[in-house]
């Protein structure tokens, strides 16, 4: 059975102009795999990622014909079965640690906060929590612990968030732009690390970015998203062979270093692919 | 060794933090007393006239003028004036003819203990009510709460106290009447703190304390309704804000249950600038409000400072505002203290 079986996902807001779906139809399976989603902004890769979750910002909401996690149907829960999920068995990574940690708790508060609330005792937690700490290549977990976020830098604080969302085990994990706020060079390690713990846990992974050479790179499958709907679905390793014609722009404007391509293409976008 | 060294530092950074607020204290105190001398040197009000009267001769006057010390340079009777506040000296009153100091030592406590009462009440329902507001946003309890508060912002607050008394007082007799405390419970119990709830619940004259009670409720109330209303809305827009942060989705894929979400950490984060909010209700409270203080016949630091501006009585108003001022400085000072320990970011600036 497969970890996360989606069918037919709709992701609906009310506008003043009646309601529009950011999510039209998408249809995936994952197993203990990563699979990467990408799509320019606006595309509904990171609104796909929240209503697996159950997030879906208010009023917005979110139907599928299918949405079930092992085998449980997550489209009918109550608050009480979602928060037992959330945090134990599936969990995400956000953007910018500069916002996704409160700012006013300290870390390690933070991180025994997932723990606690799953019932761990307080020695447990706090125990667990350094180890994760550890396990993400913080060097002195134990100031780290105490630090407040503002006293983190953007590599750390990621670094954190990734901890913190790995503490409890989950069997599912979703990265929406996990690395977009960070340097270049610390995305680089910070992809490592989450890569190895995915790896070491036999995860299931989402990687929501709209970087389509990292996620080629990090993932097995990918997910090309258009407007809403899933236009292309491919191996990794095949990004080469890709027939739509969005997914083949967005391949074309990738610059070369061993090639003058200049100017680099504009991005075609066709009404026609919407539909 | 290092916990030691550590602890050490941490407690060299308290200790001048604690200085250098002391020393914008001090700074601010100054300039604050410049400002109240100057104003009551610059009023067109004679302080001489108001001692011996329009029919002195130009001899007494003289002789008054002189013994007030107004013959000095401005820089001179700045200095002298200020040397006797330092020595809690504020001078005397031409209308109660008693010390200043002693005056404010006798209204204060009546106005500090309605202000108290009121913030008390204003943000153990206002910020409550905020909090509900801003989580059923666009709701039935926000658009409650909305004319709740807007009822509380333009109602006039002599026309409550008014209102209240008639209804409450006049005709279901539930509460007492103006004043502070009804003639035969005053000397059940000597004034201490000049607090008549503390002073009777100390010294155990619980049919005092109910006298008392009853007669501070309705202006509390009402003083508290109108700080209700202020911090009711702050604490809605503050919340609004913060439940749309991204730590607070955090917290839901962590799986924390949704009360604690908005009390424990929505809550905590809107705390810091609601500290600021209470604070300056507080202090307007305890400026004294005139009318709630007229209308109740409320023998406070309001009524008495109004009393001494019809009455020329400048050195009284003077002391007032000294008063008023200091407690401006204090409650900013106390606030600025409780955001360090609030937020963990405004600890660290070196």
Wanted: contains cysteine; proline residues 5%.
């Amino acid at each position: 059975m497969s970890l996360l079986d989606v069918q037919n996902l709709y992701v609906t807001f009310p506008t003043r102009n009646g309601p529009v779906d950011v999510v039209r139809g998408v249809s995936f399976n994952l197993g203990r795999e990563r699979l990467g989603i990408v799509g320019e902004s606006g595309s509904g890769k990171s609104q796909t990622g929240r209503a697996i979750l159950g997030l879906t910002p208010p009023p917005g909401s979110a139907r599928a014909d299918q949405l079930s996690f092992e085998g449980t149907d997550l489209r009918n829960l109550t608050p009480k079965q979602w928060r037992k999920l959330r945090g134990k068995r599936m969990s995400m990574v956000m953007q910018d640690p500069k916002f996704s940690l409160n700012p006013v708790m300290a870390v390690g508060k933070q991180l025994m906060e997932v723990l606690r609330t799953h019932g761990a005792g307080r020695a447990a937690a706090k125990q667990a929590a350094l180890e994760m700490l550890e396990a993400v290549q913080i060097r002195d977990p134990e100031r780290v612990f105490r630090a407040y976020p503002h006293e983190l830098s953007g590599g750390m604080g990621q670094r954190v968030m990734i901890a913190m969302m790995l503490v409890s085990q989950p069997d599912l994990l979703i990265a929406d732009e996990p690395t977009s706020a960070l340097d270049v060079t610390i995305q680089i390690e910070v992809l490592r690390i989450l890569d190895r713990l995915v790896a070491e846990r036999g995860m299931g992974l989402i990687f929501i970015s709209h970087d389509l050479r990292l996620v080629s790179s990090f993932c097995d499958r990918v997910l090309v998203m258009y407007a809403g709907r899933v236009v292309e679905e491919l191996k990794a390793s095949e990004l080469e062979q890709a027939k739509h014609p969005y997914t083949q722009g967005l391949i074309n404007c990738l610059p070369d270093i061993d090639e003058d391509r200049h100017p680099l293409p504009v991005l075609d976008r066709d009404g026609a692919w919407a539909e | 060794m290092t916990t030691t060294l550590l602890s050490g530092r941490r407690s060299a950074r308290w200790i001048m933090k604690i200085l250098s607020t002391l020393g914008t204290v001090a700074v601010t105190f100054l300039g604050l007393l410049i400002v109240t001398f100057l104003i009551g040197r610059v009023v067109p009000v004679d302080p001489v006239l108001s001692v011996v009267g329009d029919r002195a001769t130009q001899a007494q006057y003289d002789a008054a003028y002189h013994a007030l010390g107004l013959d000095k340079p401005l820089i001179e009777q700045f200095w002298i004036w200020l040397v006797n506040v330092f020595h809690g000296d504020l001078g005397t009153s031409n209308l109660t003819t008693r010390p200043i100091a002693e005056d404010i030592a006798r209204v204060f406590p009546a106005t500090l203990e309605l202000a108290t009462v009121s913030i008390i009440l204003g943000t153990a329902i206002g910020i409550p009510l905020g909090v509900w507001a801003a989580v059923r946003q666009g709701k039935l309890v926000d658009q409650i709460v909305r004319v709740v508060g807007l009822v509380g912002y333009s109602a006039p607050v002599f026309w409550l106290g008014l209102m209240g008394l008639l209804l409450f007082y006049f005709k279901m007799g539930l509460i007492s009447g103006p004043g502070r405390i009804d003639l035969s419970y005053e000397y059940d119990f000597t004034p201490v703190t000049g607090l008549f709830l503390i002073d009777t619940a100390m010294q155990g004259a619980w049919g005092a304390f109910a006298n008392v009670f009853s007669h501070i409720i309705l202006p509390a109330s009402l003083l508290g309704y109108l700080s209700l209303a202020y911090i009711s809305r702050m604490t809605r827009s503050f919340m609004l804000n913060e439940l749309g942060q991204e730590y607070i989705t955090t917290a839901r894929v962590k799986g924390v249950p949704e009360w604690r979400i908005i009390w424990g950490q929505a809550l905590r984060n809107a705390a810091v600038p609601l500290v600021t909010v209470v604070a300056l209700s507080y202090a307007s409270l305890l400026e004294g409000s005139v009318l709630t203080e007229t209308v109740f016949a409320w023998p406070g630091l309001g009524q008495y400072l109004t009393n001494s501006l019809q009455n020329a009585d400048m050195n009284a108003v003077l002391g007032g505002t000294l008063v008023i001022g200091a407690i401006f400085v204090g409650l900013n000072m106390l606030s600025d203290l409780l955001y360090t320990l609030l937020d963990a970011r405004t600890r660290n600036r070196k």
